[in-house]
T-cell receptor, first 116, second 117 residues
Framework: AQSVTQLDSQVPVFEEAPVELRCNYS??????LFWYVQYPNQGLQLLLK??????LVESINGFEAEFNKSQTSFHLRKPSVHISDTAEYFC??????????????FGTGTRLQVTL | DTGVSQNPRHKITKRGQNVTFRCDPI?????LYWYRQTLGQGPEFLTY????????KSRLLSDRFSAERPKGSFSTLEIQRTEQGDSAMYLC???????????????FGPGTRLLVL
Protein backbone atom coordinates (compact mmCIF):
# COMPACT_ATOMS: atom_id res chain seq x y z
CA ALA A 1 0.00 0.00 0.00
CA GLN A 2 1.04 3.58 -0.55
CA SER A 3 0.34 6.82 1.26
CA VAL A 4 1.12 10.44 0.41
CA THR A 5 1.54 13.32 2.82
CA GLN A 6 1.35 16.91 1.72
CA LEU A 7 2.48 18.77 4.78
CA ASP A 8 0.97 22.15 3.94
CA SER A 9 -2.72 22.54 3.25
CA GLN A 10 -2.27 26.16 2.19
CA VAL A 11 0.74 28.15 1.00
CA PRO A 12 0.32 31.91 0.58
CA VAL A 13 3.03 33.62 -1.46
CA PHE A 14 3.60 36.93 -3.18
CA GLU A 15 3.94 37.11 -6.93
CA GLU A 16 7.51 36.64 -8.21
CA ALA A 17 8.56 34.97 -4.94
CA PRO A 18 9.87 31.39 -4.89
CA VAL A 19 7.73 28.57 -3.57
CA GLU A 20 8.14 24.96 -2.46
CA LEU A 21 5.24 22.56 -2.01
CA ARG A 22 6.23 19.54 0.02
CA CYS A 23 5.32 15.94 -0.69
CA ASN A 24 6.43 12.84 1.18
CA TYR A 25 5.32 9.34 0.41
CA SER A 26 5.39 5.90 1.95
CA UNK A 27 5.41 2.70 -0.04
CA UNK A 28 6.53 -0.90 0.32
CA UNK A 29 7.32 -1.02 -3.42
CA UNK A 30 8.98 1.30 -5.92
CA UNK A 31 6.70 4.01 -7.24
CA UNK A 32 6.20 6.49 -10.01
CA LEU A 33 5.53 10.04 -8.83
CA PHE A 34 3.28 12.75 -10.19
CA TRP A 35 2.20 16.29 -9.53
CA TYR A 36 -1.22 17.36 -10.76
CA VAL A 37 -2.74 20.85 -10.67
CA GLN A 38 -6.42 21.57 -10.28
CA TYR A 39 -7.95 24.94 -11.05
CA PRO A 40 -11.33 25.83 -9.48
CA ASN A 41 -14.18 23.63 -10.69
CA GLN A 42 -11.94 21.78 -13.09
CA GLY A 43 -10.38 18.34 -13.33
CA LEU A 44 -6.75 17.48 -12.74
CA GLN A 45 -4.03 18.48 -15.17
CA LEU A 46 -0.73 16.62 -15.20
CA LEU A 47 2.03 19.04 -14.22
CA LEU A 48 5.07 16.76 -14.17
CA LYS A 49 6.06 13.20 -13.49
CA UNK A 50 8.98 11.04 -12.47
CA UNK A 51 9.02 7.65 -14.16
CA UNK A 52 12.74 6.89 -14.37
CA UNK A 53 16.10 8.48 -15.21
CA UNK A 54 17.08 11.93 -13.96
CA UNK A 55 15.67 12.64 -10.53
CA LEU A 56 15.04 16.29 -11.42
CA VAL A 57 12.01 16.77 -13.63
CA GLU A 58 10.64 19.97 -15.08
CA SER A 59 7.37 21.23 -16.45
CA ILE A 60 6.87 23.62 -19.35
CA ASN A 61 5.67 26.43 -17.08
CA GLY A 62 8.69 26.67 -14.81
CA PHE A 63 7.88 24.15 -12.08
CA GLU A 64 10.37 21.47 -11.14
CA ALA A 65 10.42 18.57 -8.73
CA GLU A 66 13.19 16.36 -7.46
CA PHE A 67 12.76 12.73 -6.53
CA ASN A 68 14.69 11.92 -3.36
CA LYS A 69 14.49 8.21 -2.72
CA SER A 70 16.32 8.25 0.61
CA GLN A 71 13.97 10.89 2.00
CA THR A 72 10.95 9.53 0.14
CA SER A 73 10.13 13.02 -1.05
CA PHE A 74 9.07 14.67 -4.29
CA HIS A 75 8.87 18.37 -3.47
CA LEU A 76 7.59 20.82 -6.09
CA ARG A 77 9.39 24.12 -6.58
CA LYS A 78 9.13 27.23 -8.68
CA PRO A 79 11.68 30.07 -8.48
CA SER A 80 9.17 32.82 -9.32
CA VAL A 81 5.41 32.36 -9.14
CA HIS A 82 2.71 34.14 -11.10
CA ILE A 83 -0.85 35.01 -10.17
CA SER A 84 -2.02 32.39 -12.65
CA ASP A 85 -0.30 29.66 -10.59
CA THR A 86 -3.01 30.00 -7.94
CA ALA A 87 -4.57 26.54 -7.77
CA GLU A 88 -4.69 23.29 -5.81
CA TYR A 89 -1.68 21.03 -6.27
CA PHE A 90 -1.83 17.29 -5.70
CA CYS A 91 1.06 14.90 -5.31
CA UNK A 92 0.37 11.29 -6.32
CA UNK A 93 2.19 7.97 -6.44
CA UNK A 94 1.56 4.80 -8.39
CA UNK A 95 3.24 1.43 -7.81
CA UNK A 96 5.67 0.04 -10.35
CA UNK A 97 5.32 -3.41 -11.86
CA UNK A 98 2.30 -4.62 -9.98
CA UNK A 99 1.13 -6.68 -12.92
CA UNK A 100 -2.02 -4.59 -13.04
CA UNK A 101 -2.67 -0.95 -13.77
CA UNK A 102 -1.40 1.59 -11.30
CA UNK A 103 -4.16 3.10 -9.28
CA UNK A 104 -2.87 6.42 -8.06
CA UNK A 105 -2.78 7.38 -4.40
CA PHE A 106 -3.13 11.11 -3.88
CA GLY A 107 -2.25 13.47 -1.09
CA THR A 108 -4.84 15.82 0.33
CA GLY A 109 -3.58 18.72 -1.75
CA THR A 110 -1.89 22.06 -1.18
CA ARG A 111 -3.69 25.26 -1.99
CA LEU A 112 -1.21 27.74 -3.53
CA GLN A 113 -2.49 31.28 -3.20
CA VAL A 114 -0.44 33.88 -5.09
CA THR A 115 -1.10 37.53 -4.33
CA LEU A 116 0.31 40.83 -5.57
CA ASP B 1 -6.22 13.87 -29.31
CA THR B 2 -9.18 15.69 -27.80
CA GLY B 3 -8.54 14.74 -24.19
CA VAL B 4 -10.77 12.93 -21.74
CA SER B 5 -14.35 14.20 -21.72
CA GLN B 6 -17.05 13.70 -19.12
CA ASN B 7 -20.77 14.36 -19.16
CA PRO B 8 -22.61 15.90 -17.55
CA ARG B 9 -20.32 18.42 -15.88
CA HIS B 10 -22.80 19.04 -13.09
CA LYS B 11 -25.68 16.99 -11.73
CA ILE B 12 -28.12 17.87 -8.97
CA THR B 13 -30.43 15.12 -7.83
CA LYS B 14 -32.69 14.23 -4.96
CA ARG B 15 -31.81 11.54 -2.50
CA GLY B 16 -32.98 8.15 -3.68
CA GLN B 17 -32.75 8.91 -7.39
CA ASN B 18 -30.44 7.11 -9.80
CA VAL B 19 -27.76 8.97 -11.75
CA THR B 20 -25.47 7.97 -14.59
CA PHE B 21 -22.25 9.63 -15.69
CA ARG B 22 -20.35 9.12 -18.92
CA CYS B 23 -16.62 9.22 -19.64
CA ASP B 24 -14.99 9.25 -23.08
CA PRO B 25 -11.27 8.50 -22.79
CA ILE B 26 -8.49 9.64 -25.05
CA UNK B 27 -8.74 7.74 -28.29
CA UNK B 28 -6.94 4.37 -28.23
CA UNK B 29 -6.27 4.52 -24.48
CA UNK B 30 -7.12 1.05 -23.30
CA UNK B 31 -7.08 1.76 -19.57
CA LEU B 32 -9.81 3.79 -17.94
CA TYR B 33 -10.10 4.77 -14.28
CA TRP B 34 -12.78 6.28 -12.07
CA TYR B 35 -11.93 8.32 -8.98
CA ARG B 36 -14.03 10.21 -6.47
CA GLN B 37 -12.98 13.51 -4.90
CA THR B 38 -14.78 14.96 -1.92
CA LEU B 39 -14.38 18.54 -0.75
CA GLY B 40 -10.91 19.29 0.57
CA GLN B 41 -9.53 15.86 -0.27
CA GLY B 42 -7.48 14.30 -3.01
CA PRO B 43 -9.07 11.90 -5.48
CA GLU B 44 -9.67 8.34 -4.32
CA PHE B 45 -9.59 5.35 -6.63
CA LEU B 46 -12.92 3.64 -7.35
CA THR B 47 -12.37 1.22 -10.23
CA TYR B 48 -10.51 0.63 -13.46
CA UNK B 49 -10.96 -1.08 -16.80
CA UNK B 50 -8.54 -2.57 -19.25
CA UNK B 51 -10.43 -2.56 -22.53
CA UNK B 52 -13.93 -3.77 -21.57
CA UNK B 53 -12.85 -5.79 -18.54
CA UNK B 54 -13.33 -4.30 -15.09
CA UNK B 55 -10.24 -5.55 -13.31
CA UNK B 56 -10.32 -3.89 -9.92
CA LYS B 57 -12.85 -2.26 -7.64
CA SER B 58 -12.22 -0.29 -4.48
CA ARG B 59 -14.03 -0.99 -1.24
CA LEU B 60 -15.41 2.52 -1.69
CA LEU B 61 -17.53 1.19 -4.53
CA SER B 62 -20.62 -0.04 -2.69
CA ASP B 63 -23.22 -2.25 -4.33
CA ARG B 64 -25.16 0.87 -5.28
CA PHE B 65 -22.39 1.77 -7.72
CA SER B 66 -21.88 0.05 -11.04
CA ALA B 67 -19.48 0.85 -13.84
CA GLU B 68 -19.39 -0.47 -17.37
CA ARG B 69 -17.26 -0.13 -20.46
CA PRO B 70 -19.17 -2.29 -22.93
CA LYS B 71 -17.11 -1.77 -26.07
CA GLY B 72 -13.82 -0.86 -24.53
CA SER B 73 -14.24 2.80 -25.42
CA PHE B 74 -16.52 5.04 -23.31
CA SER B 75 -17.52 4.12 -19.78
CA THR B 76 -20.54 4.81 -17.59
CA LEU B 77 -20.75 5.06 -13.83
CA GLU B 78 -24.19 4.60 -12.31
CA ILE B 79 -25.19 5.33 -8.75
CA GLN B 80 -28.48 3.87 -7.62
CA ARG B 81 -30.55 5.21 -4.71
CA THR B 82 -28.25 8.16 -4.23
CA GLU B 83 -27.40 9.34 -0.72
CA GLN B 84 -26.18 12.73 0.44
CA GLY B 85 -22.80 11.17 1.12
CA ASP B 86 -22.44 10.48 -2.59
CA SER B 87 -22.04 14.21 -3.24
CA ALA B 88 -18.58 14.59 -4.74
CA MET B 89 -16.64 15.21 -7.93
CA TYR B 90 -16.37 12.05 -10.01
CA LEU B 91 -13.24 12.00 -12.12
CA CYS B 92 -12.37 9.79 -15.04
CA UNK B 93 -8.85 9.18 -16.32
CA UNK B 94 -7.29 7.15 -19.09
CA UNK B 95 -3.80 5.93 -19.87
CA UNK B 96 -1.85 4.88 -22.93
CA UNK B 97 -1.62 1.33 -24.25
CA UNK B 98 2.11 1.74 -24.74
CA UNK B 99 4.15 -0.65 -22.67
CA UNK B 100 6.33 0.37 -19.80
CA UNK B 101 6.08 3.35 -17.49
CA UNK B 102 4.18 5.47 -20.00
CA UNK B 103 1.17 3.28 -19.29
CA UNK B 104 1.11 4.72 -15.83
CA UNK B 105 0.59 8.33 -16.83
CA UNK B 106 -3.07 9.02 -16.30
CA UNK B 107 -4.85 11.90 -18.01
CA PHE B 108 -7.94 13.22 -16.27
CA GLY B 109 -11.19 14.60 -17.54
CA PRO B 110 -12.89 17.72 -16.15
CA GLY B 111 -15.05 15.69 -13.78
CA THR B 112 -18.75 15.47 -12.99
CA ARG B 113 -19.80 17.30 -9.86
CA LEU B 114 -22.71 15.56 -8.14
CA LEU B 115 -24.88 17.19 -5.51
CA VAL B 116 -27.44 15.04 -3.76
CA LEU B 117 -30.12 17.02 -1.96
Amino acid sequence: AQSVTQLDSQVPVFEEAPVELRCNYSSSVSVYLFWYVQYPNQGLQLLLKYLSGSTLVESINGFEAEFNKSQTSFHLRKPSVHISDTAEYFCAVGPINTGTASKLTFGTGTRLQVTL
Amino acid sequence: DTGVSQNPRHKITKRGQNVTFRCDPISEHNRLYWYRQTLGQGPEFLTYFQNEAQLEKSRLLSDRFSAERPKGSFSTLEIQRTEQGDSAMYLCASSSPRRGPWQETQYFGPGTRLLVL
